[in-house]
Structure formats: structure tokens, C-alpha cells
T-cell receptor, first 116, second 112 residues
Framework: KAGVTQTPRYLIKTRGQQVTLSCSPI?????VSWYQQTPGQGLQFLFE???????NKGNFPGRFSGRQFSNSRSEMNVSTLELGDSALYLC???????????????FGSGTRLTVV | QKEVEQNSGPLSVPEGAIASLNCTYS??????FFWYRQYSGKSPELIMF????GDKEDGRFTAQLNKASQYVSLLIRDSQPSDSATYLC????????????FGRGTSLIVHP
């Protein structure tokens, strides 16, 4: 079966710009979570969407936002980009948001964002 | 104190040896524990999960959980060069949210 698809794979943006990243979950999965991964901070949770509603939110500023569509595809947006936003952004697809093999908690390949 | 702590490494072991990766967590009420492997340039993939005190074995991998001491470890027996990767520990804390908190990972290098 198809995996978790994230687009684009790589992105270079300038400070102050905004960016939109996309994630298509595994068919049948209704939960999409987003993480930011950097060498310094590791994997940090951004937010989780379930059935088009934001169900959980991490400790990131309001510049980071997201949404989920009726087909479960999700987008995250970062406005007014800062150099520190350079990171690997990973989305996770799962049946209901819970980790563990039973729930199919699967990471996408990620989008590598570089802010210059 | 970080919620989930791991030694960043690198941990270097010879091929065929046992690699021991450790993780400590601060929330005594944590419920569920996961080990992910992440190859360079790739996304994390689940290796093991453990919920109860004791050992859980799956092939060459053994997860060990000690809730009293608040640590979870991953043993890799007969380590292979293909095991060289970063290993991430993830913990679901108490309090209702199922969102896992990840450690920063330990880099493992298995040399021939």
C-alpha cells in the first residue's frame, strides 16, 4: 500500500517569506501529526489533526499553522520565516494518533526546509 | 531536566558485539515507550515498543523497561554495520495525551 507522501522534498526560502508543506497520509488514516527535527532540539511536536480538527498542539509560535482536508491530507504553513526554522519537517500518519505498531504510526520522508 | 534523555554518542561497537542504548525519562507516570531507528537522511521507523516492566525481545532486539528507575534501554545483539543509525527513544507521558516525547537520539556506529 502507498506510504506517507510529503511534498516537496526540499525547499529553499528567504527570511520573511512563507511556506506551505503538504502531507498525504496512508489511505484510511485519519490522523496527521507534524514534527520539526533539528540537530539541536531533536524531534519536536508541532500539532496533530484528526478529522479536519486540530486535536493537539505543541509549543510553537503562531507562525506555524496547519489544516486538514476532508480526504485527510494535511498542510502546514510557516509564515515570516526565520533562519531558525531551517529543519526537517516530518509528518506522521496514523489511524487515530496513537503511536505503536497497532495504529500504523508511520513517518513520511520529510521536507527539508532551508531558510537563507 | 529534559523530559527524555539520551546520550548523543556516537556509540561505536565492533560487528558482532552487543550494542546497548539507554534512555531515561522524567515523568514517573509515563505509560508507553518506543524505540525508533533513523538512518541518515531518512525518516524514523519503529523498531520496538514496550509497556510493561521487564524485557521484550524481537529478533536481535531486546527492549528493557524499568519504571522504578525510569529508564528504558535497547539491546542489539550481533550488531551489523547495517545497524549504524540514530536510535530515538520516545515516551508517552501520563496525563491523557498520547503525543510521544522524543529524545534527541543516540548515534550508533557498528564497524566491521
Amino acid at each position: 500500500k502507498a506510504g506517507v507522501t510529503q511534498t516537496p522534498r526540499y525547499l529553499i526560502k528567504t527570511r520573511g517569506q512563507q511556506v506551505t508543506l503538504s502531507c498525504s497520509p496512508i489511505s484510511g488514516h485519519r490522523s496527521v501529526s507534524w514534527y520539526q527535527q533539528t540537530p539541536g532540539q531533536g524531534l519536536q511536536f508541532l500539532f496533530e489533526y484528526f478529522s479536519e480538527t486540530q486535536r493537539n498542539k505543541g509549543n510553537f509560535p503562531g507562525r506555524f499553522s496547519g489544516r486538514q482536508f476532508s480526504n485527510s491530507r494535511s498542510e502546514m504553513n510557516v509564515s515570516t520565516l526565520e533562519l531558525g526554522d531551517s529543519a526537517l519537517y516530518l509528518c506522521v500518519s496514523s489511524l487515530d494518533g496513537k503511536p505503536g505498531d497497532l495504529y500504523g504510526y508511520t513517518f513520511g520522508s520529510g521536507t527539508r526546509l532551508t531558510v537563507v | 531536566q529534559k523530559e527524555v534523555e539520551q546520550n548523543s554518542g556516537p556509540l561505536s561497537v565492533p560487528e558482532g558485539a552487543i550494542a546497548s542504548l539507554n534512555c531515561t525519562y522524567s515523568d514517573r507516570g509515563s505509560q508507553s515507550f518506543f524505540w525508533y531507528r533513523q538512518y541518515s537522511g531518512k525518516s524514523p521507523e519503529l523498531i520496538m515498543f514496550i509497556y510493561s516492566n521487564g524485557d521484550k525481545e524481537d529478533g536481535r532486539f531486546t527492549a528493557q523497561l524499568n519504571k522504578a528507575s525510569q529508564y528504558v534501554s535497547l539491546l542489539i545483539r550481533d550488531s551489523q554495520p547495517s545497524d549504524s543509525a540514530t536510535y530515538l527513544c520516545a515516551v508517552i507521558r501520563s496525563g491523557g495525551s498520547y503525543i510521544p516525547t522524543f529524545g534527541r537520539g543516540t548515534s550508533l556506529i557498528v564497524h566491521p
